[in-house]
Structure formats: structure tokens, C-alpha cells
């Protein structure tokens, strides 16, 4: 055998060894991820200035308005509200929400993802004076957008409060395709965040 195709031999081993230790890596991050997934909101309700809701998923709204009917902040913040939608018009499609709720609620048209949500929601409490919100949106999407809402407001108190959708099994997640690569996919992305928002830090630092 040539000595270039010996050399191309034991770069080929080297990066399958590589790609099975980063493959290994993802998997054990990604079953500790899942057991990790918060099935309901913490009994904690203490008081926060705001409530702020990420849209995208069932439960997350009536969740919102609930604990803004039950008196847990003044304020609820709806990020990720589809164009040409009012808070009239989400009165409506929220039936068992009170009219007189109407005053307290506000709603985000620009965001289209998670990070657009953190944007979106460090603009609105840097416009209200907000110094601590009641995070709410699946259980799931909690670690990411934690991740991207601290890194946004990094003095803004954060409680979090996540939802279970009937339709994610998340005990059971190995039994459900559905639910498996939902999982999955939340879970590569939050890794990607991670990795971004490390490095603007790391960049930041060398710059600064």
C-alpha cells in the first residue's frame, strides 16, 4: 500500500472515531435531556411584574390567562402572535377568558422564533420596567428558551412555568416517533444555542 494512501487510511479512522465518540456524546446529552422535562409548573406563585407567554404550542395561552385572571402579575405579554391577530381577536378564540382581562394583555408580532421571542420580550419589559416575568411554553422548549431569554435579560428575574401538551409523551418518549424526534430536534437546537451564545460571550470578551 502507498504511504498517501496509508496516511489517507488513518484519517479516515481517525474521524470515524471522531463521529461515533460526538454521536455518543449526543445521545447520552440527549437521554439526560429527556428526563430532565418538566411534566407540570412548579407549585411556586410568587408574584412577578409580568407573565410572558411564547406561542407555538397548545395549553401555553389558556396557561397565560389563567394565571393572569388569578391575580399572579398585572401584565401578560403574548410574543409570537401571528400578523393581523388583536387581543380582540384572541379574546375571542380564548372563550372562557374574562373582557376584563382585555386591558392587561399585550401582544408580539415580530418574533418568529425562539430568539426572536427573547428579542421581542427584552424590548417590551425594557419599555415597561419589567424586573421579573413568569416564563410560560411547553415543558420542552423551556431549557432553550431560558437559555435565550437570560441571555437577552441577564437582569431580569425569570420564573419558569412550562405546560405539557396531552400530545407529547415525554415519559414515554422511546414508544412515540412523534414525540422521539420533536425531542430530538429541541434538543440539537438547544445545543446550537448554546454554542452561539457561548461564543458571542467568547467574543465579546476578546473584544471588549
Not at 121 to 133: L, P
Not at 171 to 197: H, I
Request: aromatic share 6%.
Amino acid at each position: 500500500m502507498a504511504r498517501g494512501e496509508k496516511k489517507r487510511g488513518r484519517k479516515r479512522s481517525w474521524l470515524s472515531i471522531l463521529c461515533a465518540i460526538v454521536a455518543l456524546a449526543w445521545i447520552i446529552g440527549f437521554v439526560t435531556f429527556t428526563t430532565t422535562i418538566p411534566d407540570d409548573a412548579p407549585g411556586n406563585q410568587q408574584q412577578t411584574d409580568a407573565i410572558v407567554v411564547l406561542t407555538g404550542g397548545s395549553l401555553r395561552l389558556e396557561t397565560g390567562m389563567a394565571l393572569l385572571e388569578a391575580g399572579v402579575a398585572d401584565k401578560l405579554f403574548v410574543s409570537g402572535v401571528h400578523r393581523g391577530v388583536d387581543v380582540e381577536e384572541l379574546l375571542r378564540i380564548q372563550a372562557q377568558a374574562p373582557d376584563r382581562l382585555r386591558c392587561c394583555i399585550v401582544l408580539g408580532h415580530m418574533a418568529e422564533n425562539t430568539i426572536g421571542n427573547a428579542e421581542e420580550t427584552a424590548e417590551w419589559i425594557a419599555a415597561e420596567g419589567v424586573q421579573s416575568i413568569r416564563l410560560v411554553t411547553a415543558g420542552y422548549h423551556m431549557p432553550r428558551s431560558l437559555l435565550e431569554l437570560r441571555a437577552a435579560m441577564p437582569s431580569t428575574e425569570i420564573i419558569p412555568h412550562p405546560v405539557s401538551p396531552e400530545h407529547v409523551k415525554h415519559a414515554d418518549w422511546y414508544r412515540y416517533p412523534g414525540t422521539a424526534l420533536l425531542l430530538a430536534g429541541e434538543y440539537t437546537k438547544l445545543l446550537l444555542a448554546w454554542c452561539r451564545l457561548t461564543l458571542i460571550e467568547l467574543v465579546t470578551e476578546a473584544t471588549g
